[in-house]
């Protein structure tokens, strides 16, 4: 079946630690994005690909940084300079823009928490 | 202003209520609008995206008002299965592939 994988479901880390949250979709779409999502809050957006090689700053981009060296894969690291990184991670995707009827499709989601 | 509002609620119904709930948007040139529903700690699942004419699927209905940009949910007979958080989204008319969301309007269903 198609779809998208995250993984890990989840995630720890320590002070100081750079982690990699790994986001794989069999679907064939072209744009991917990640997103952080904090209790009682609407998803916000760290970064999106529209293409392969090709990524851009979404609103909260600051201390993480992503890599879209294959169609299928964008991995979102959370560098050090996150402070405040604990939060839901949800991985997305659509064919080409989000029309009426080409939805976003979302991965199951990463937690991360401060160790 | 938020680029997407919704009413947080809960709202609290009985099985077999209808319950109605509305989003606003921010930019009048928005183009593509959904409703996601969200269970506690899961990801964001598509409920039906929102047509300018209304459109309807099973107990659900969708509406789009343009003129005073808003978007509206109804749940006909409500489950308790429909129990959730639901997400209102809306796209960024300077670039297609951003979507904004809401922060969700929770709906429980009591038996």
């Known amino acids: 079946d198609g779809g998208i994988t995250q993984s890990p479901k989840y995630l720890f880390r320590k002070e100081g630690q750079n982690v990699t949250l790994s986001c794989e979709q069999n679907?064939?779409?072209?744009?991917m994005y990640w997103y952080r999502q904090d209790p009682g809050q609407g998803l916000r957006l760290i970064y999106y690909?529209?293409?392969?090689?090709?990524?851009q700053k979404g609103d909260i981009a600051e201390g993480y940084s992503v890599s879209r060296e294959k169609k299928e894969s964008f991995p979102l690291t959370v560098t050090s300079a996150q402070k405040n990184p604990t939060a839901f991670y949800l991985c997305?995707?659509?064919?080409?823009?989000?029309?009426?009827?080409?939805?976003?499709?979302f991965g199951d989601g990463t937690r991360l928490s401060i160790l | 202003r938020k680029e997407v509002e919704q009413d947080p609620g809960p709202f609290n119904v009985p099985e077999g209520a209808t319950v109605a709930f509305n989003c606003t948007y921010s930019n009048s040139a928005s183009q593509s609008f959904f409703w996601y529903r969200q269970d506690c700690r899961k990801e964001p699942k598509l409920l039906m995206s929102v047509y300018s004419s209304g459109n309807e699927d099973g107990r659900f209905t969708a509406q789009l008002n343009r003129a005073s940009q808003y978007i509206s949910l109804l749940i006909r007979d409500s489950k308790l299965s429909d129990s959730a958080t639901y997400l209102c989204?809306?796209?960024?008319?300077?670039?297609?592939?951003?979507?904004?969301f809401g922060a969700g309007t929770t709906v429980t269903v009591r038996a």
């Open positions: 690909s529209q293409i392969v090689n090709d990524f």
């Open positions: 679907l064939n779409h072209d744009a």
């Open positions: 997305a995707s659509n064919r080409g823009p989000p029309i009426q009827n080409q939805p976003q499709h």
């Open positions: 989204v809306v796209n960024m008319e300077s670039n297609d592939y951003k979507l904004s």
